[in-house]
């Protein structure tokens, strides 16, 4: 059993330590580990480019075009049985780095994607998806931050897991940490969480979730889009669709059981927006062969043109 620590923070900072404190907790109960910086990798930022959902649909496997050390860390990643993420908050949310990979994962990483994908090499012959993209695994999330402004960084984290379905054992938040080494409860706190992560990464199919209790049952998530006109909320993370109502003076999200269905985190889910999206691109691919797209496109390239530095 493998667990591993990827640190998003500053170089032997806070969150090295943190991320290095819940290894330590691993270790503990029996777990083979290993720890990444970000910080020594150079990752790319997505473009949006497609390619990743164009060779996964065209049989020619799980490629992306861009070049740097994503795909060393997804090894990594991919030859974990666990994995716990120590998080700078920036900005209420997770550090940009954080939110690159996150980036990178999706759709290439999508437990759906790949399923459909598989479905299509088996029919027409093609590049094999690699199994490990199919493994159940286990992810836990530190988020830590300077002070209280860290209201996002949650739902951010669950965002990272839904893509692979990997199932989140902690998401917690670290609020007001610097010098957080000092803390002994938080330092218990994140070496209970890399027990936990070992423990769960052993007994996959009966790992349940171990952090605090959020407001959406499914997913535990606390941030919503509301509907300034009604009850209606939306889950930021998951997507389900239901109603935020206050129940003996505790707020509760109650929706359909038929809702399981589309949450963004289960195959089923998943399906419905490869239709979606399928159905979309479709709508594109007329539009981009009309002659009023290219003449509206046009006008837009005419007008201006980006600005770039000057290298020389």
Not at 88 to 116: H, L, S, W, Y
Not at 139 to 147: A, D, E, L, N, R
Not at 162 to 191: C, Q, R, Y
Not at 229 to 234: K, P, V
């Amino acid at each position: 059993m493998k667990v591993l620590g990827i640190s998003a923070g500053r170089k032997n900072s806070n969150n090295d330590a943190m991320c290095r404190e819940a290894l330590m907790g691993a270790k503990e109960v029996g777990a083979e580990v290993e720890f990444i910086n970000l910080q020594n990798l150079h990752i790319e930022h997505c473009t949006g480019c497609t390619a990743c959902v164009q060779s996964l649909f065209s049989g020619k496997g799980n490629r992306c075009v861009l070049k740097d050390d994503f795909d060393w860390l997804l090894d990594k990643m991919l030859d974990a049985d666990g994995i716990v993420f120590s998080i700078p908050i920036f900005e209420k949310g997770a550090a940009g780095i954080f939110r690159t990979i996150t980036d990178r994962f999706g759709p290439r990483m999508d437990r759906g994607n790949n399923v459909i994908a598989n479905q299509i090499i088996k029919e027409q012959g093609g590049k094999e998806i690699d199994p490990r993209i199919f493994k159940d695994k286990v992810i836990s999330y530190m988020g830590v931050g300077g002070s209280d402004w860290s209201t996002r960084i949650q739902c951010d984290c669950f965002n990272h897991a839904l893509t692979p379905m990997w199932k989140v054992i902690d998401n917690e938040v670290f609020s007001w940490s610097l010098g957080i080494i000092m803390n002994d409860e938080s330092v218990a706190k994140a070496h209970q969480i890399g027990k936990n992560i070992a423990e769960a990464a052993g007994d996959i199919e009966n790992a349940t979730f171990k952090g605090t209790e959020g407001v959406c049952p499914h997913c535990h998530n606390r941030n919503f889009y509301l509907d300034p006109a009604s009850t209606h909320a939306i889950c930021c993370a998951c997507g389900m669709e239901g109603d935020i109502k206050v129940e003996n003076g505790k707020v509760v999200f109650d929706f359909p059981e038929e809702q399981l269905e589309h949450a963004h985190d289960t195959l089923s889910g998943k399906f419905i927006h490869a239709d979606d999206i399928k159905r979309n691109e479709g709508r594109q691919a007329d539009l981009r062969n009309s002659i009023e797209y290219k003449e509206r496109m046009d006008k837009y390239l005419d007008f201006i043109v980006s600005s770039v530095p000057n290298r020389a």
